[in-house]
């Protein structure tokens, strides 16, 4: 039988023959999730023979995650502020750019302010929010994305009434106004909205806007100022 070193370093070497920079992380996460235990116990017990059924789990989500399936997909959930969260691929993935959002975003506001997630998604800036002391509402047009934020907040033990999450878009605010506005969507739908995103600011609050790509900043900007 294998051990779990020999395991390990043979995962390093296939990911990083399929060019996965993070060949080293993506194999220990791959193996110390599936096996239930953390990283340091991975190293206790490398000399250790791997169970055949896991070793063969472990494989076959190797060989997916060779052909560049995301890890987080594959094991189902990705970490973010250092909260867990569930994910499908019917969500983003949560990036190193929306925690330095969501950090920003703590940094400026009071504990206890109001919050606004335009396309919430899997809820991870919601949620993350929520942890640094904020509370409010977040929408998403996808019914799928609505299900894994609800599966996500209770997760991290949030409830409803500091995180309510529902289907649809900046209608659903009713000319409320919020301390913070975050929308982590695509650049078309944040300029057509956008005389309604900054409307729901307060005059004092934050407007933090995301799912931008370089060149199209300017244009975005311009429809805000």
Do not use: W
């Amino acid at each position: 039988m294998i051990t779990y070193s020999e395991l390990r370093r043979e995962l390093v070497g296939m990911f990083a023959n399929a060019g996965i920079a993070s060949a080293a992380v993506d194999s220990d996460l791959l193996i110390t999730e599936l096996a239930g235990i953390s990283r340091p116990e991975l190293f206790l017990c490398a000399g250790e023979p791997v169970p055949a059924e896991l070793e063969r789990h472990i494989r076959e989500l190797a060989r997916r995650r060779a052909n560049r399936e995301p890890l987080q997909y594959l094991l189902g959930v990705a970490y973010f502020m250092d909260l867990e969260l569930e994910v499908t691929p019917a969500v983003l993935i949560p990036r190193p750019e929306t925690e330095l959002l969501a950090e920003y975003a703590v940094k400026h506001l009071p504990e206890g302010g109001s919050m606004l997630d335009l396309g919430t998604g899997s809820g991870v800036l919601s949620v993350g929010l929520c942890k640094s002391g904020l509370s409010g509402e977040g929408y998403d047009i996808d019914p799928i994305a609505v299900d894994n934020a609800v599966e996500n907040r209770a997760l991290n033990h949030i409830s409803a009434a500091d995180y309510t999450v529902g289907l649809g878009s900046i209608e659903k605010t009713e000319g409320r106004t919020f301390d913070v506005v975050v929308a982590n969507i695509l650049a078309g739908p944040l300029m057509e909205m956008a005389p309604a995103l900054a409307a729901a600011r307060k005059k004092d609050g934050v407007l933090i806007l995301s799912g931008i790509l370089t060149v199209q900043a300017d244009d975005v900007e311009a429809a805000y100022m």
